[in-house]
């Protein structure tokens, strides 16, 4: 028995010498050397940009000849707005992620009722509906209530004394993955909007999550890996739907959805995958397609001034100090951070708007519109004639970060 293992001990002893003998080759012949240290930016190369007051900020604007933009609400009223949705009254329910990037944890985050009584097109009353959320970045009216979504729950809130305040306030479903770092919110799930099938769809923002009912627990949870999702609002159940967006979606008068991702400004889904199931031995193309004729990472035109930290950045970049695209040498020009694509669908523009999509950049400060057409089977969109090296909407204020749009109940968007 000891001989044994003594000749076990031997064996080991060889194959930990071999073994220190690969780490050592491997250490030696490294291809990624260390890296020298990021380089450290200087106070004065980087400039804090004052924000302008409500009625500068209307100044700033240059929108589309016909149209002009008016002011809704105003902090304090309204803080960090990064979704809407209006209920049958009219009123305004915002999602306010105030806790954006770092503070989750916190659970700083509000639904804001705003509310017009006199009936100017302004909001003059504001009510802190609900909370003590996380992440808030999502929400639709239903039934004298709404549902949010706030990473990794979707609640049902409603105020049952008129006060303007939620006294009803419970979980219902429970499990969407907060991303990679649970810290930085650049993909929790998000777009709440009615689909042509009377249910509530959502963006997962490609983060999914093992989803399940809640507090009860009951029916098997829903994987939505690779998944966007809709539900029944009356019945509280789920299903996987294709997609996936990043931030925002939108249905057309056809009842045909539209996504976006960063970089991706406007795709369609072309068909849902639970159809394609009955022939497993058939692979079907994948059925989110871009349709924007100058492809998916388009130019566009901001007139705002390049803010220092990106010039900063493009030019380490372009030095190869500090990894990433340097982007053609050039600070900004093209879409990076795509955002609520919204069809109009109101009646308060020219009749050629309706079925028009409109995507945010706020990392440029505009608001782009496209003309969506049938091509055969498929959908291409493409800038109107009069926009081709302008934009829809354009902010020569930095400051001006628009992320999701609503029809309005007056038309307007």
Request: glycine content about 10%.
């Amino acid at each position: 028995m000891r001989h044994q293992w003594s000749v076990i001990s031997i064996q080991w002893q060889r194959r930990l010498a071999r073994l220190i003998a690969l780490i050592a080759v491997l250490l030696i012949t490294d291809p990624f050397p260390l890296r020298a240290a990021e380089p450290v930016a200087d106070a004065k190369d980087l400039p804090r940009l004052k924000p302008l007051e409500p009625a500068q900020a209307l100044a700033a604007f240059q929108i589309k000849k016909g149209f002009r933009v008016e002011l809704a609400a105003a902090e304090p009223d309204v803080v960090d707005p990064v979704a809407m949705a209006f209920d049958e009254n009219g009123r305004l329910f915002v999602a306010e992620m105030r806790d954006y990037p770092y503070r989750r944890q916190e659970k700083v985050g509000q639904i804001r009722l705003l509310e017009d009584t006199d009936g100017d097109g302004v909001y003059d009353k504001s009510t802190v509906f609900a909370k003590d959320l996380g992440w808030p970045a999502t929400v639709i009216c239903y039934d004298g209530g709404v549902f949010v979504g706030a990473v990794p729950d979707i609640l049902w809130l409603k105020d049952h004394d008129g006060d303007g305040v939620a006294d009803e306030r419970k979980v219902v479903f429970t499990g969407f993955t907060p991303g990679s770092d649970p810290e930085i919110p650049g993909q929790t799930f998000n777009g709440f909007k009615w689909g042509p099938d009377n249910r509530i769809h959502g963006a997962t923002a490609r983060n999914g999550g093992v989803v399940r009912s809640a507090p009860s627990g009951k029916g098997e949870p829903l994987d939505l890996s690779g998944r966007d999702f809709s539900f029944d609002p009356r019945t509280l159940t789920m299903r996987p739907e294709s997609g996936t967006g990043q931030f925002g979606l939108s249905f057309d008068n056809q009842g045909r959805e539209f996504v976006c991702t960063n970089n991706r400004h406007i795709m369609t889904v072309m068909y849902e995958d639970r159809y394609t199931q009955r022939n497993p031995i058939f692979a079907m193309p994948p059925a989110l397609v871009d349709i924007a004729v100058e492809g998916p990472a388009a130019s566009i035109f901001r007139i705002s001034p390049d803010e220092p930290w990106r010039i900063l950045r493009t030019r380490w970049r372009g030095e190869g100090l500090v990894k990433g695209s340097a982007e053609g040498g050039r600070p900004s020009g093209n879409f990076t951070s795509a955002a609520g694509i919204t069809i109009y669908t109101g009646n308060g523009m020219p009749a050629e708007f309706v079925g028009n999509a409109f995507v945010a950049d706020p990392s440029n400060n505009v608001v782009h519109r496209k003309i969506v057409r049938e091509n055969g089977v498929e959908l291409v969109a493409a800038r109107p004639p009069d926009e081709e090296r302008a934009e829809f909407l354009a902010s020569r204020d930095t400051w001006f970060r628009p992320v999701n749009f609503a029809n309005g109940p007056d038309g307007a968007l």
